[in-house]
């Protein structure tokens, strides 16, 4: 696979897709046959081969992001507290982009523990964090990414606000302009993860997406649609395939993120499935399965707690439920809990009423009650979409 850099950027003002691609490499082309001598660059794309252009976000945005980028002299980047692969993997992207046109880049979130979770170790450009202790004060530019709201910057919420310039780089429906943070606002709830916009933030801005980019802007992907089952659309697989055209190590990322948990977390969710609850008449008749994973329960197998993310993904599995819930333990003893929707239910909505937030289908928030407490709040606003 070659490595030089290709040529998929997007003219600024948006080429469509197909232009993105290599020669070769794009629609119609490749293994799939076609009659001699008709020019391909003559042909017109089909029209199911036309993704939907532009989203949430008007073109003058794109631009005064792209030109607050280009002017400034160093760049702050931060993502949200606890970073999902999303978030951290968008971030990277945009960072190792930057610096590959000798940018001055810094890039953090706002953990009091600061550490990047065990799954995402594999990510490129770990080089690019600092601790928030070390993160500009008061950025001339700083961007965020998957950041919903400004809470979920933890410790770097200080240095957004002081922040001469804040680019916000989201795709959290719950993320809207009237309630939303920041001076400029790149956020398309239509995204399937917020790697789709770090991804056309990049080739606006010229810079080419070698291996490692992609492999951060893959991760996002990836894992923001559970491996390519929620949010799927052409757009999506396009994405993928540029990006895999990279030549990435897709198998190498998937073992990363789903082959390697610690054999303790089999125990674990041995004890959450065990103890697992499914209420067929919870919301509104959808039904609902919920269960809890508990400190000690994690302390018995010496189980971090980032360690617990998964076990929605088993407990969501029960196909009498509509609506999936976990409440996990965290060290100081708060209940972090995780809310999935089959596509009847608005979590996303229900959660930001016991203030959290997230999307419709995915969201969460947290309590300082116990489990049936929490359920006792939350079972009444589980309502339909
Ligand atoms: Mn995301």
């Known amino acids: 696979m070659t490595t030089s850099p290709h040529t998929w950027a997007a003219a600024p003002g948006g080429a469509e897709p197909e232009q993105r691609y290599r020669p070769g490499t794009g629609p119609g082309t490749g293994s799939r046959a076609r009659p001699q001598g008709r020019p391909t660059a003559a042909r017109p794309a089909p029209p199911w081969r036309r993704p939907a252009r532009g989203g949430a976000i008007d073109e003058q945005t794109w631009r005064r992001a792209v030109a607050a980028i280009e002017s400034a002299e160093e760049v702050a980047l931060a993502c949200h507290v606890s970073p999902d692969g999303d978030a951290l993997g968008s971030m990277l992207a945009l960072g190792l982009a930057l610096r590959g046109a000798g940018r001055h880049v810094v890039a953090s979130f706002g953990d009091r523990h600061f550490a990047v979770p065990r799954l995402l170790r594999f990510l490129p450009g770990q080089e690019l964090l600092v601790a928030p202790a070390e993160y500009p004060a008061a950025p001339a530019l700083m961007i965020t990414f998957d950041v919903a709201t400004v809470e979920r910057l933890g410790l770097l919420e200080d240095n957004a606000r002081n922040a001469a ?130 400190r000690d329960d994690r302390a018995a197998v010496a189980l971090p707690y980032e360690e617990v993310e998964g076990v929605i993904d088993v407990v969501r599995q029960a196909g009498e439920a509509d609506v999936a819930v976990v409440l996990k333990q965290d060290d100081e003893g708060l209940w972090q809990v995780s809310a999935r929707s089959k596509g009847a239910i608005d979590v996303g909505r229900a959660c930001a009423a016991l203030g959290g937030g997230g999307h419709a289908r995915a969201a969460g928030f947290t309590s300082h009650l116990p489990p049936d407490d929490t359920l006792a709040l939350l079972r009444p606003l589980l309502t339909r979409m």
């Not at 980019?213 to 052409?234: E, H, K, Q």
């Open 165 to 294: 310039e804040l680019l916000v780089v989201d795709h959290h429906a719950s993320n809207v302009a009237a309630t939303g943070f920041g001076t400029l606002r790149l956020v398309d709830p239509t995204a399937a993860a917020t790697a789709v916009l770090a991804e056309e933030l990049i080739t606006r801005l010229g810079l080419p997406v070698d291996e490692h980019i992609a492999t951060c802007l893959y991760t996002g992907l990836v894992t923001d649609t559970g491996s390519f089952r929620y949010g799927v659309t052409p757009a999506v697989h396009d994405m993928a395939g540029r990006l895999v055209a990279t030549g990435l190590a897709t198998d190498a990322i998937t073992r990363a993120l789903w082959e390697g948990n610690p054999f303790g977390y089999l125990k674990v969710l041995a004890t959450a499935l065990e103890r697992a609850t499914l209420e067929p008449l919870a919301a509104e008749a959808h039904g609902l399965v919920w269960t809890y994973v508990t």
